[in-house]
């Protein structure tokens, strides 16, 4: 990969944590989409819910739609569990920068809570899990073993 490659990477991603961070879902419109996508045959992917109550569905495709193509697929669990499954064009060095931006914007929607965000790879093998404390206000991340 070349220094203009790596450099317009670079830029995609602090645009995202810049978007993710003084942004919110409120004033995104909502979209007409189903649930959930048709099933397909075998191990293809097929689209998450997006999430078990109106408002995680409205976050989740707000996430998706202002991630410019770097997030494939989001969902929120339970008000206080965000999930994505990164696209290939996120770099390995690159996913903590985003993670951190989705539990920054995650937090500005749900002040005062303690937050779980976990980010999958392409293949949806879990790669980080960030624990956020509203206590404490520090991110723990956890990669799994």
């Known amino acids: 990969m070349n220094v203009f490659d790596y450099a317009r990477k670079t830029i ?8 993710l ?16 996508a048709s099933p397909k045959q075998g191990n ?5 819910e997006r999430g078990n109550s109106a408002a995680g ?4 495709n707000w996430v998706i739609q202002t ?3 770097l997030i494939k697929d989001a969902y929120v669990r339970d008000r206080n569990k965000l999930g994505v499954v ?3 064009k996120v770099l390995p060095t690159d996913v903590k920068a985003l993670t951190k931006s989705l539990v920054q914007g995650f937090r500005h929607n749900l002040p005062n809570q303690d937050l779980t965000v976990l980010v999958y790879a392409p293949d949806k093998k879990l790669i980080v899990n960030a624990q956020y404390d509203s206590q404490t206000q520090k991110i723990d991340y956890q990669q799994p073993s």
């Open 12 to 19: 995609v991603v602090f645009a995202l944590m810049m978007i």
């Open 21 to 36: 961070t003084f942004t919110t879902a409120c004033g995104a419109s909502p979209t007409q989409t189903s649930n959930l």
């Open 44 to 48: 293809e992917y097929t689209q998450l």
């Open 57 to 60: 569905q409205d976050f989740g």
């Open 67 to 69: 991630s410019k193509g």
């Open 86 to 88: 990164i696209s290939p």
